[in-house]
């Protein structure tokens, strides 16, 4: 499985952004896509996470009501609609698969296929 995010940039708080997951590799339906940001000097943290056979998602607090996971299985891709930025969004935006039970759908170690990051910056 490999996995391409792409839809980052530099936007002005208050504003919106999609993040795009395109997920290439067999058995799609078997995971849950995972999106984990990580900015300079903090450790790598949950963002929103969403099965791809069922659909079920789930968010961190930080960001509960602002962002939107959202999947299109047909295109094999995942999407993240981030609106309300805030400069505190700054981060690199990774998109993952995996295999996690419920319990641990945010925890990165439970995700074992990564893509390359791409950098938010949400700046005046």
């Known amino acids: 499985v490999q996995l391409q995010a792409s839809g980052g940039g530099l936007v002005q708080p208050g504003n919106s952004m999609r993040l795009s997951c395109v997920v290439s590799?067999?058995?799609?339906?078997?995971?849950?896509i995972g999106w984990f940001r990580q900015a300079p000097g903090r450790e790598r943290e949950f963002v929103a996470a969403?099965?791809?056979?069922?659909?079920?998602?789930s968010y961190a607090d930080s960001v509960k009501g602002r962002f939107t996971i959202s999947k299109d299985n047909a295109k094999k891709t995942v999407y993240m609609q981030m609106n309300s930025l805030k400069p505190d969004d700054t981060a690199v935006y990774y998109c993952?698969?995996?295999?996690?039970?419920?319990?641990?759908?945010?925890?990165?170690?439970?995700?074992?296929?990564w893509g390359q990051g791409t950098q938010v910056t949400v700046s005046s």
């Open positions: 969403i099965r791809l056979s069922g659909g079920t998602s």
């Open positions: 590799g067999s058995s799609f339906r078997n995971y849950a």
């Open positions: 993952a698969a995996g295999t996690p039970i419920w319990s641990e759908i945010a925890t990165a170690r439970m995700y074992y296929h």
